[in-house]
């Protein structure tokens, strides 16, 4: 699993790297383009999100036809494209043409179904949590990175370094991940979208992933402005706040997923997470000195990386196994709409609203969002077996009813049943009894 994974993660958080990298004064350097105002800005920060969640459909259906590998390159080079444009713009129309561009690379869906192609059922969620642990590595390196090598070579520079890092990613793609295997699959059910949709679970967390990213992009839109206009720092001087962020952020990342993977307590890690948002924004809103706004962001960080680990592992086990690619995808288009809603609605509303006015409504949102996650119930531990069909009888497959069987399916290519079960009500012996 782990020479299939770890390329496969290196890719995805580099990406990620080149986007969270401009994230921390991206709207100081926009606001002073031409053409520029708050909403506009706001655009631009969380602009990538929007053409990622229209296209993350489209491209997972192309890496059906295509493949997986030609379908990450495609991506891979979109997103260089869109950063040069980014590192050339001299307005602020070109610049958010450039960032739509970046992110009509949608490429995450289809890492996703690349791991799910090489890894088995059972490994997939350690799977997912190391694609989420490398994620939220890559943003908290990016927090100290992106404010010190803007400030010294320029916020272009930063845009020329995200496109050297795509085409990078294209060779670990081609050198170091295998290709996937043509594995088709037959199941016991088919996928229904009304299933899926009125999942209340599913349902949290996509709301879940839509709060989160959304305060994520606002906090970078005001964080910068905030300390450069109201406290008078220099872009020189924002390592200062992003710094400390970063490594109390990295800190709480390991335990959080620990906790949550390996005691079961998703839910609980959720909630502190969500604390930690209401509790950052009440410090950034009504602080009166930096000192106090920095405390606040530093905060905010840690609520980010405690949730940002464990969020595609956490989705994808309230998934029946037929379901998951298509609860991956809305997961993740409710997060891209989250990230582009953020942008738009903070820098609307930061023209026309004091800041501490938007912190107080945000406080009550996670408040009612933290009433939400309560009423989850975290997700169970359940087993796979991967029996032969050369040995058990796929006909007998209508005695697979037991109450402690979840699902199963066949992987016609390699041959095998999958019944993925509860080892606590039945055991595989008993399972292959039941196929015998």
Same mark, same amino acid.
């Given at each position: 699993?782990?020479?299939?994974?770890?390329?496969?993660?290196?890719?995805?958080?580099?990406?990620?790297?080149?986007?969270?990298?401009?994230?921390?004064?991206?709207?100081?350097?926009?606001?002073?383009?031409?053409?520029?105002?708050?909403?506009?800005?706001?655009?631009?920060?969380?602009?990538?999100?929007?053409?990622?969640?229209?296209?993350?459909?489209?491209?997972?259906?192309?890496?059906?036809?295509?493949?997986?590998?030609?379908?990450?390159?495609?991506?891979?080079?979109?997103?260089?494209?869109?950063?040069?444009?980014?590192?050339?713009?001299?307005?602020?129309?070109?610049?958010?043409?450039?960032?739509?561009?970046?992110?009509?690379?949608?490429?995450?869906?289809?890492?996703?179904?690349?791991?799910?192609?090489?890894?088995?059922?059972?490994?997939?969620?350690?799977?997912? @949590?190391?694609?989420?642990? =490398? +994620?939220?590595? /890559?943003? *908290? &390196?990016?927090? #100290?990175?992106?404010?010190?090598?803007?400030?010294?070579?320029?916020?272009?520079?930063?845009?020329?370094?995200?496109?050297?890092?795509?085409?990078?990613?294209?060779?670990?793609?081609?050198?170091?991940?295998?290709?996937?295997?043509?594995?088709?699959?037959?199941?016991?059910?088919?996928?229904?979208?009304?299933?899926?949709?009125?999942?209340?679970?599913?349902?949290?967390?996509?709301?879940?992933?839509?709060?989160?990213?959304?305060?994520?992009?606002?906090?970078?839109?005001?964080?910068?402005?905030?300390?450069?206009?109201?406290?008078?720092?220099?872009?020189?001087?924002?390592?200062?706040?992003?710094?400390? @962020?970063?490594?109390?952020? =990295? +800190?709480?990342? /390991?335990? *959080? &997923?620990?906790? #949550?993977?390996?005691?079961?307590?998703?839910?609980?890690?959720?909630?502190?997470?969500?604390?930690?948002?209401?509790?950052?924004?009440?410090?950034?809103?009504?602080?009166?000195?930096?000192?106090?706004?920095?405390?606040?962001?530093?905060?905010?960080?840690?609520?980010?990386?405690?949730?940002?680990?464990?969020?595609?592992?956490?989705?994808?086990?309230?998934?029946?196994?037929?379901?998951?690619?298509?609860?991956?995808?809305?997961?993740?288009?409710?997060?891209?709409?989250?990230?582009?809603?953020?942008?738009?609605?903070?820098?609307?509303?930061?023209?026309?609203?004091?800041?501490?006015?938007?912190?107080?409504?945000?406080?009550?949102?996670?408040?009612?969002? /933290?009433?939400?996650?309560?009423?989850?119930?975290?997700?169970?531990?359940?087993?796979?077996?991967?029996?032969?069909?050369?040995?058990?009888?796929?006909?007998?497959?209508?005695?697979?009813?037991?109450?402690?069987?979840?699902?199963?399916?066949?992987?016609?290519?390699?041959?095998?049943?999958?019944?993925?079960?509860?080892?606590?009500?039945?055991?595989?012996?008993?399972?292959?009894?039941?196929?015998?």
């Amino acid at each position: 699993m782990i020479k299939s994974v770890l390329p496969l993660s290196l890719i995805i958080a580099l990406r990620f790297f080149g986007l969270f990298l401009v994230l921390p004064i991206i709207s100081v350097y926009a606001m002073n383009l031409e053409g520029s105002t708050p909403t506009l800005v706001g655009i631009v920060i969380g602009g990538y999100a929007l053409t990622q969640m229209i296209f993350q459909v489209p491209f997972g259906m192309i890496s059906d036809k295509l493949g997986r590998k030609k379908t990450i390159i495609i991506g891979l080079l979109l997103f260089a494209a869109g950063s040069l444009i980014c590192a050339l713009s001299s307005d602020i129309y070109s610049l958010l043409f450039g960032r739509l561009l970046q992110g009509a690379g949608a490429i995450g869906a289809v890492v996703t179904a690349t791991i799910s192609d090489l890894v088995k059922e059972e490994q997939r969620a350690k799977a997912m @949590a190391t694609m989420g642990m =490398f +994620i939220g590595v /890559a943003f *908290a &390196a990016s927090m #100290a990175a992106g404010p010190t090598l803007g400030a010294s070579f320029g916020i272009h520079t930063l845009f020329y370094i995200t496109m050297i890092i795509a085409i990078g990613s294209i060779f670990v793609l081609i050198k170091m991940v295998p290709n996937p295997p043509h594995i088709t699959h037959t199941y016991n059910k088919k996928v229904e979208l009304g299933a899926v949709l009125g999942n209340v679970n599913l349902i949290k967390m996509n709301i879940t992933n839509f709060l989160q990213k959304g305060l994520m992009t606002f906090a970078f839109m005001i964080i910068p402005i905030v300390l450069t206009k109201t406290y008078g720092w220099q872009l020189t001087d924002l390592w200062q706040v992003y710094m400390p @962020a970063m490594v109390f952020g =990295f +800190i709480a990342m /390991a335990p *959080a &997923a620990i906790i #949550a993977e390996k005691k079961g307590k998703f839910r609980e890690i959720l909630i502190i997470g969500i604390v930690f948002f209401a509790v950052s924004y009440l410090i950034i809103g009504f602080s009166t000195s930096s000192t106090i706004f920095v405390i606040g962001v530093v905060i905010f960080f840690i609520g980010f990386n405690m949730h940002e680990p464990i969020m595609q592992s956490l989705a994808s086990k309230f998934a029946k196994v037929h379901q998951r690619g298509l609860v991956l995808g809305i997961f993740n288009s409710a997060g891209y709409l989250g990230t582009f809603l953020g942008g738009l609605i903070g820098g609307m509303f930061y023209e026309s609203v004091t800041l501490t006015t938007l912190v107080v409504v945000i406080a009550v949102i996670c408040a009612l969002w /933290a009433v939400l996650i309560i009423t989850m119930a975290n997700p169970s531990k359940k087993k796979f077996a991967y029996l032969s069909l050369n040995e058990f009888h796929l006909e007998n497959s209508g005695n697979l009813t037991h109450n402690a069987i979840d699902e199963w399916y066949v992987n016609n290519t390699e041959n095998v049943i999958a019944i993925k079960y509860d080892n606590e009500q039945i055991t595989e012996d008993e399972i292959k009894n039941l196929l015998r």
